[in-house]
């Protein structure tokens, strides 16, 4: 029995309202998965273009440790 089988043999023991409550919950994360995955990679070339200016900015010795930044305030 996978953990998922598993999962839904003691989900299907709670009272209707509670499988109601759960499956709804479920179903929430997996939307937001799915909203979060497409999001990455709608702008994936966006994050390489931030990314690439910030190790750019770091090499050029325009960055600060952020422990330092932290200790300055």
Same mark, same amino acid.
């Given at each position: 029995?996978?953990?998922?089988?598993?999962?839904?043999?003691?989900?299907?023991?709670?009272?209707?309202?509670?499988? #109601?409550?759960?499956?709804?919950?479920?179903?929430? #994360?997996?939307?937001?998965?799915?909203?979060?995955?497409?999001?990455?990679?709608?702008?994936?070339?966006?994050?390489?273009?931030?990314?690439?200016?910030?190790?750019?900015?770091?090499?050029?010795?325009?960055?600060? #440790?952020?422990? @330092?930044?932290?200790?300055? @305030?």
């Amino acid at each position: 029995m996978t953990l998922l089988e598993q999962a839904f043999a003691e989900a299907s023991k709670l009272p209707a309202a509670e499988q #109601e409550l759960l499956a709804a919950r479920l179903l929430a #994360e997996m939307a937001a998965e799915d909203d979060f995955d497409r999001t990455i990679a709608r702008t994936s070339d966006k994050l390489a273009s931030l990314s690439e200016a910030a190790l750019a900015e770091h090499r050029a010795g325009l960055t600060q #440790e952020f422990l @330092q930044l932290q200790n300055a @305030q």
